[in-house]
């Protein structure tokens, strides 16, 4: 077998496996495909096939905006107990997994030789949605007999009982070799959802979306102090909803929004207002748009739109700092060394940020006004991030994936 290389000591033999990974990575939410593309490319640079690719869970082949008919369906499910929304769902996700999900996976899988699933909160029960497709590719890759690992995934707790079966059929087919996940929280969760009986303990990796400066190539920019470009990454109400347990309300989520860009633009700054391109956030920006836009002239409030990971990565590595809710763009934004305010909403955010030692730069909105997070905001744009601290962080993401690449030669040889 040809040697890839080594990496910080460690021998890497080049396994040219064709390695299909299982992730979301045409979500209308860039975050996901940024992770994905970020972890394929590292892959194939570790000793995996050239051909190495995604498989998007939801069938799905192309980036895409999303229509409104998810905002809808959230808005539904929102308004269901958990047992009957669970109910709901069964039909809908039978039918898919037998019309859409398994052909698309099959067919994916011709000529495959490992399984990655990979990337994002993917070990979570929201209506059945991830236990089912997970399932799915597993039960794929089984017939084939051919190795899968779980990659870089977040781990979610409240799962029914269905969605825990699903886990366990999965579990069942004996052909997942080994699991990594993005903290250590979710190696808690992993231990607590598998149980004692099961022989797969989880190992903690650093998220593939680290090297997203790395991915596209990010140039060093020289950015402007005097006139500090500032991003405000917005996430609506009803996404929050979602996946909090103590959102903000519409009314008081929008008005923080709005002061502290109003403070932020009364210090001097410019402000560019984007989202991730989820369809729900999409809208919230839009029928936020005219207030912001009262706030200054178009050298001084702008909104770009990313449609790519890459488009996406380039407007938060433009930026002097960002204030978001969306994982990635946080995760983006210390990649490309811009500092950050991560706006708490959801336990995986704040154990990334704690993971980077940045837990100074995390701020609950509306509890902390607008106006103070701005204030907090432009304290870690002045303080910055520390150079020696990211490029470690950067090294150890690249190192795991070198890990993974080491299992799957191992594993295919």
């Known amino acids: 077998m040809r040697r890839a290389g080594s990496f910080a000591g460690l021998e890497i033999p080049r396994s040219d496996a064709r390695v299909r990974i299982f992730n979301v990575k045409y979500s209308p939410n860039l975050g996901d495909g940024l992770l994905a593309e970020c972890l394929e490319q590292a892959l194939v640079e570790a000793g995996a096939a050239s051909d190495t690719c995604s498989v998007d869970l939801a069938g799905r082949s192309a980036f895409a905006t999303g229509g409104s008919s998810r905002s809808m369906q959230l808005r539904v499910l929102d308004t269901l107990p958990a047992t009957v929304r669970h109910n709901a769902v069964r039909l809908p996700l039978a039918i898919q997994s037998r019309r859409l999900w398994r052909p698309h996976y099959r067919k994916a899988l011709d000529g495959a030789d490992c399984v990655v699933i990979g990337g994002g909160n993917l070990i979570t029960d929201l209506d059945l949605n991830f236990p089912t497709k997970l399932a799915l590719a597993v039960d794929e890759a089984a017939r084939r007999d051919l190795p899968v690992f779980l990659y870089g995934c977040g781990v979610c707790s409240s799962w029914s009982q269905r969605g825990r079966s699903l886990l366990q059929q999965a579990l069942s087919r004996k052909v997942i070799r080994r699991v990594f996940v993005r903290d250590e929280r979710s190696r808690e969760q992993w231990r607590q959802l598998v149980g004692p009986a099961c022989d797969l303990d989880a190992t903690v990796v650093r998220d593939p979306g680290l090297l997203a400066a790395e991915c596209y190539r990010v140039p060093l920019r020289c950015r402007n102090v005097q006139a500090p470009l500032i991003g405000i990454n917005v996430t609506s109400q ?51 748009r005219p207030a912001f836009e009262a706030m200054g002239d178009r050298g001084t409030v702008r909104f770009p739109e990313p449609r790519t990971p890459a488009d996406l990565t380039c407007v938060i590595a433009s930026l002097n700092a960002v204030a978001a809710f969306r994982m990635h763009a946080v995760i983006a934004a210390y990649s490309c060394g811009v500092p950050f305010l991560a706006l708490a909403w959801d336990p995986k955010l704040e154990s990334f940020v704690h993971s980077v030692s940045r837990a100074d730069w995390l701020c609950r909105p509306v509890r902390m006004s607008g106006e103070a997070a ?12 520390p150079e020696a601290q990211r490029r470690l962080t950067l090294f150890q993401a690249r190192g795991d994936i070198a890990v993974l690449q080491n299992e799957i030669a191992r594993a295919v040889s």
């Open 374 to 385: 701005a204030e907090q905001l432009l304290d870690a744009m002045r303080h910055g991030l």
């Open 238 to 288: 009803l996404a929050l909803r979602y996946h909090s347990e103590e959102p903000p309300s519409p009314l008081a989520l929008d008005a923080w929004y709005l002061g502290l860009a109003r403070t932020l633009v009364a210090k001097g700054c410019r402000i560019s207002i984007f989202t991730n391109g989820s369809p729900e956030d999409r809208a919230c920006a839009l029928r936020l």
